[in-house]
């Protein structure tokens, strides 16, 4: 079965760094998500993408988050100025419709530790 | 997108169907039913999903009840690997977010 590839599966970095998180969605996927679990708590939306803009957003992804993608196979999830609550499993997913009618694949996912 | 509540936990023997229940009542006509499940912290994984209709693939069946007030996800011969949380959501809208909730966790005994 395809699969979503994130890479690094860890990253460890100081607060106030910058950090860029990768996906490869599968190939013939159109919209891309980033998720977040923080450890024991649920699974967040982040943010939906699709003809290369953003199609909706959550609180959480303020001014401090930006997604782009800036080839035809990667997608990227940056936080600009890490805080100790950025902290989290992040997960990449892709569709060929939106979550609505069509399943998500999500990749294994990035652990973010921000010391 | 409608609320779902789950039971926080259940277990059922190796080899035996696992009945998983979820109620959302408040469901709109245009919501579909969808099952997710995650292992360890791994990322979740499509298990099934339906609007009016019993589902059934690979993996498990759903069935929702004729009023879609409540459904049921079932996994005919559980085993050990199925062990997980699994999820149930109500999504609607041409590109709209999944909202997780706690899910319920099921743990499979030998």
């Known amino acids: ?115 | 997108d409608a609320k779902t509540t789950q039971p926080p936990s259940m277990d059922c023997a190796e080899g035996r169907a696992a009945n998983l229940p979820c109620n959302h009542s408040t469901i709109s006509g245009n919501e579909y039913v969808y099952w997710y499940r995650q292992i360890h912290s791994q990322g979740p994984q499509y298990i099934i999903h339906g609007l009016k209709n019993n589902e059934t693939n690979e993996m498990a069946s759903l069935i929702i009840t004729e009023d879609r007030k409540s459904s049921t996800l079932i996994l005919p011969h559980a085993t050990l690997r199925d062990t997980a949380v699994y999820y149930c959501i109500a999504a609607t809208g041409a590109n709209s977010k999944l909202t997780f909730g706690k899910g319920i966790t099921l743990s499979v005994r030998p």
């Not at chain 1, 100081?14 to 977040?36: A, D, T």
């Not at chain 1, 803009?53 to 035809?72: A, H, L, N, T, Y």
């Not at chain 1, 419709?97 to 694949?105: C, D, R, T, V, Y």
């Open chain 1, 1 to 115: 079965e395809p699969e979503v590839t994130q890479t690094p599966s860890h990253q460890v970095t100081q607060m106030g760094q910058e950090v860029i998180l990768r996906c490869v969605p599968i190939s013939n996927h159109l919209y891309f998500y980033w998720y977040r679990q923080i450890l024991g708590q649920k699974v967040e939306f982040l943010v939906s993408f699709y003809n290369n803009e953003i199609s909706e957003k959550s609180e959480i992804f303020d001014d401090q988050f930006s997604v782009e993608r800036p080839d035809g196979s990667n997608f990227t999830l940056k936080i600009r100025s890490t805080k100790l609550e950025d902290s989290a499993m992040y997960f990449c997913a892709s569709s060929t419709q939106g979550a609505s009618n069509e399943k998500l694949f999500f990749g294994s996912g990035t652990q973010l530790s921000v010391l």
